[in-house]
């Protein structure tokens, strides 16, 4: 099992920066990819983010703005989040896939509100 633990989330004027940080506990042997995803109000949960040993992914509507990145002995991912907008509001959720040494799991953080206003 994995435990995913978000924090960095706030309220923030538009054009500002945030910073999310997650870090994954368990069983751990190593970590396939870690990934962020966000769930607007009404709206399904998207895939913002995401980044393995060999590549970072974004989704359209925040690449230029948002930058992932690993801190592989520490087992965390962070988020850094810029020039946000209103629309960027939501409740973000760190996601991992990891690697026991026997088998794969998955998990997910309990999620950390991010409000951006006008």
């Known amino acids: 099992q994995v435990q995913l633990v978000e924090s960095g989330g706030g309220l923030v004027r538009a054009g500002g920066s945030l910073r999310l940080s997650c870090v994954a506990s368990?069983?751990?042997?190593?970590?396939?990819?870690m990934s962020w995803y966000r769930q607007a109000p009404g709206k399904q949960r998207e895939l913002v983010a995401s980044?393995?040993?060999?590549?970072?992914n974004y989704a359209d509507s925040v690449k230029g703005r948002f930058i992932i990145s690993r801190a592989n002995a520490k087992n965390t991912v962070a988020l850094q989040m810029n020039s946000l907008k209103p629309e960027d509001t939501a409740v973000y959720y760190c996601?991992?896939?990891?690697?026991?040494?026997?088998?794969?799991?998955?998990?997910w953080g309990q999620g950390t509100q991010v409000t951006v206003s006008s």
């Open positions: 996601y991992a896939r990891v690697y026991s040494g026997t088998h794969y799991s998955t998990g």
């Open positions: 980044i393995s040993d060999s590549s970072a």
């Open positions: 368990g069983s751990i042997s190593s970590i396939q990819t």
